[in-house]
């Protein structure tokens, strides 16, 4: 059988981390939705910068609108960008229905530029949301500081929302009670909550990429052996250790008696969503964090090499809570060696946010180089 549509009888949902104009149009994805069970599409800027500017399927469209004087860089990506996530969510319709608006959604991030502006994401997610124009659609929102209470204000709004950029438990325990704070406002002003949904994105193998480098760095530094071997020890194991410990706090959460409340009017629970699953090392296994955070009421996000090589020698097993134990003690390791998760967390959200902003910046500019902005 094919082991990604086994992941469904984990509880575990298959998303892609990838959208390109020709995916939808060759009926590609189609047939990942009936072939490989997909059950939505994650994006981001940096994916529709790839999309756009290294492939010729929006070639007609942008000679179109370069014609448009009134239309600028900006106007033009998202032309271009709506498009894509209506129609990806026409494909995926189907999907909305039958799961009973669990999966079937295709996500669509606010400008990178307004990540640390609470009122602008507020104001850009709700213009996204009406332009976009289809129930299974999220509106990606980083979980920045600021991010966070446009998450609430979104959610007690109707509008569903995926929380991106997660890496720490900490803001984990922020996002997860904003998403309740936001159910319970859209409750007492008579709103349906059975028409909400959410995921919180925890990213994950940059999580090793960075820690591997810092624990490297301190092998060669360290003149004790013990601690060359506590350090050897955690090598590729905190990211794993880092989302199986906060999937034991959604199940808590989601199990409280202020959650049931919500639950008896048909609330569903924010999933956690794995993303930057694709292995960077190339020491580990290559669909390592696909086989080891699998687990019911979870989303994996897989950019298309990923989902591939899973369904050519992906192993599935009930793993997302195995050696829990073992994990506690790999954090513990981490606090004794004195490297701070906080410190690296913050760093990577950081990172992932210049990167979006960076990716984002040069696809404006290859618009603008292409001579629309103005034209």
Avoid at 43 to 56: L, R, V, W
Avoid at 88 to 97: C, G, I, K, N, Q
Wanted: hydrophobic share 40%.
């Amino acid at each position: 059988m094919n082991p990604l549509l086994m992941l469904k009888e984990y509880g575990q949902s298959v998303w892609l981390d990838y959208i390109q104009r020709g995916l939808i149009t060759t009926g590609e994805l189609r047939r990942f939705v009936e072939e490989y069970g997909l059950g939505g599409v994650t994006s981001n800027p940096a994916i529709f910068e790839k999309a756009i500017t290294g492939s010729a399927d929006y070639a007609d469209m942008l000679d179109t609108l370069q014609q448009k004087k009134d239309m600028d860089a900006m106007a033009i990506y998202e032309y271009l960008a709506i498009r894509d996530i209506q129609d990806a969510a026409d494909v995926l319709m189907p999907v909305y229905e039958k799961t009973g608006k669990r999966d079937g959604y295709v996500c669509l991030e606010v400008s990178p530029f307004l990540a640390n502006e609470t009122q602008g994401t507020i104001v850009e997610a709700r213009r996204l949301w009406k332009a976009v124009g289809r129930q299974n659609v999220m509106v990606k929102v980083p979980a920045t500081s600021e991010g966070i209470p446009a998450i609430e204000q979104l959610i007690s709004e109707g509008i569903n929302v995926n929380v991106t950029l997660l890496f720490s438990r900490e803001t984990y325990e922020h996002v997860t009670q904003a998403y309740i704070n936001g159910l319970e406002k859209l409750a007492s002003r008579g709103g349906d909550v059975r028409t909400i949904a959410s995921v919180a994105s925890f990213f994950v193998s940059r999580i090793d990429t960075l820690l591997d480098s810092i624990i490297e760095a301190r092998v060669k530094t360290s003149a004790h052996a013990n601690e060359q071997a506590l350090l050897q020890g955690i090598m590729g194991k905190v990211a794993i250790a880092n989302a199986r410990l906060t999937y034991q706090r959604y199940k808590e959460i989601f199990r409280g008696d202020r959650w049931q409340k919500l639950a008896e009017k048909g609330a569903q629970t924010q999933r956690v969503l794995w993303a930057s699953t694709s292995t960077k090392n190339p020491k580990y296994r290559d669909v390592t964090y696909v086989e080891e955070l699998i687990g019911p009421d979870t989303v994996n996000t897989m950019p298309l090499s990923t989902i591939e090589a899973f369904r050519d020698h992906g192993r599935p097993r009930a793993s997302l809570e195995e050696n829990i134990v073992a994990a506690y003690d790999t954090m513990k390791t981490l606090e004794q060696l004195d490297i701070s998760m906080k410190e690296c967390t913050d760093n990577l959200l950081r990172e992932g946010l210049r990167l979006f902003a960076d990716a984002f910046g040069k696809l404006l500019n290859a618009l603008d180089t292409r001579g629309i902005k103005g034209a």
